[in-house]
């Protein structure tokens, strides 16, 4: 069954340094998003993308926060520098862009900034 | 206020009962309605999702929106330990594909 693949699962980081996490969308979906979810909270967007072009980032930390999809196809969430607030889990999502259908999601990475 | 708002929980249950989760919103253009399940440390998973009102069944799990009163609703039928889980509704208008999620139910089903 195809599915989002995301790496790493996990990773500690020394804050001030910087962070990426990679994610390889279902083959063929044109939409990929990052979400970030703290904790005991529900996932929040952070960027959004249709194809290689961003179409909404409007919730990205962009000092610090950045993302590419260069290809249209696998996409890079970097931070630099990491921050002990931006601790959480990373999940990467994906869906068709021509299907009434709803996004599937990664496994996430879950960050640890100490 | 936050546009997706969902009841935290814990809800504990015994196997076999029924479960109701809830969820409400304020945005009137909200169309698409999803239920996702999270196991610990997991990605969430797509449920169900539904467009406007009505209900949709699909085996043990009944998914239920009422647009007059802006309320999302899941049901579980014969509910089983595998299904303690998070559940986390979800919403977005007709002309957008960003999802806004609730914070997340936690579920317990006790054998």
């Given at each position: 069954?195809?599915?989002?693949?995301?790496?790493?699962?996990?990773?500690?980081?020394?804050?001030?340094?910087?962070?990426?996490?990679?994610?390889?969308?279902?083959?063929?979906?044109?939409?990929?998003?990052w979400y970030r979810q703290i904790l005991g909270q529900g996932p929040e967007l952070l960027v959004q993308f249709q194809d290689e072009s961003v179409v909404d980032d409007s919730q990205l930390p962009k000092?610090?926060?950045?993302?590419?999809?260069?290809?249209?196809?696998?996409?890079?969430?970097?931070?630099?520098?990491?921050?002990?607030?931006?601790?959480?889990?990373?999940?990467?999502?994906?869906?068709?862009?021509?299907?009434?259908?709803?996004?599937?999601f990664g496994q996430g990475t879950r960050l640890t900034v100490v | 206020q936050k546009e997706v708002e969902q009841d935290p929980g814990p809800l504990s249950v015994p196997e076999g009962a029924i479960v109701s989760l809830n969820c409400t919103y304020s945005n009137s253009a909200f169309q698409y309605f999803m239920w996702y399940r999270q196991y610990s440390r997991k990605g969430p998973e797509l449920l169900m999702y539904t467009y406007s009102s009505g209900n949709k069944e699909d085996g043990r799990f009944t998914a239920q929106v009422d647009k007059s009163s802006k309320y999302i609703s899941l049901f579980i039928r014969d509910s089983q330990p595998s299904d303690s889980a998070t559940y986390l509704c979800a919403s977005r208008m007709d002309s957008s594909y960003k999802l806004i999620f609730g914070s997340g139910t936690r579920l317990l089903v006790r054998p």
């Open positions: 069954e195809a599915e989002v693949a995301q790496s790493p699962r996990y990773k500690i980081t020394e804050k001030s340094q910087a962070v990426a996490f990679w994610c390889d969308p279902i083959s063929g979906h044109a939409t990929l998003y000092d610090r926060f950045s993302a590419e999809r260069l290809k249209g196809v696998d996409s890079t969430l970097k931070i630099q520098p990491a921050e002990l607030g931006d601790s959480a889990m990373y999940l990467c999502a994906s869906r068709p862009g021509s299907q009434n259908t709803e996004a599937f | -």
